[in-house]
């Protein structure tokens, strides 16, 4: 077993270096950097298309980068041990768009799956550990039997989270975590949320198109744009810069509702 890499506050827990991404001729990061610090709450902004999920995939491994570097936890990825890969995978939770539930699972099973497959705990163990992630995300016990189509979008992203915490991650991928949610089912997950980095000292990387949630949760906002992270900062230094895509983005009409109800 290879020793854990610790990361200490100050410790970059993602570092993206140059990244290049391309489908064939077609472009999509270029000289792209971006460093995430440990307990950051980041949210990633940019037009449609400008490749958030790109560079999610291409931080998590889904896609492989055609040029750059990319570090997990003080990892590179291309560099990494079979071991240190499965370390890294253990360290890491994913909530994708679409919850990715298994259809034909309860609620219990979906959350208890990670368990199941990377640990040899014993199932009473999994079965309790899994029941924790579940009230920890706010949804009661009768729904632990119950099955992805039972439920309603709000809840089955609670349990999209539930399963990404199952094995107690340092740092949790989101990509547009309120989507297709009400505003107040929104809200609340936005809490959820925040209440869970700052009590488990989680690193979130949260793709978003919810203007709310960055006023609300986020310690910094990285925005893509012109295939780069273009500024990465406060929302309210956002509200100041020249970028154009930045002004119209935080100072039209849906960027001033946001802040003024924040404020
Ligand atoms: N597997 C793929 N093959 C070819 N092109 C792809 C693939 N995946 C993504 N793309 C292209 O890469 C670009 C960036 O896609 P991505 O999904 O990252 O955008 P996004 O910023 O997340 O968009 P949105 O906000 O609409 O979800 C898009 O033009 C998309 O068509």
Redesign the pocket.
Known sequence: MTPRQETSKRDNVIEVRGLLSQ?GD?V?HQDLDLDVRRGEVLGVV??????????LNSIIGLKQPEGGTVKLFGYDRDAMTKAEAAEVERRTGVLFQQGALFSSLTVLDNVASPLVEHTNLPRNTIRELAEMKIAMVGLKPEALYLKPAELSGGMRKRVGLARALALDPELIFLD?PTAGLDPIGAAAFDQLIRDLSDDLDLTVFM?T?DLDSLYAICDEVAV?ADKHVVEKATVQELERSDHPWIKEYFLGPRGRAAHQSAA
């Open positions: 489908f077609r999509i940019g037009g449609s298309g400008t490749g958030k999920t790109v560079l547009e793709i198109h893509l």
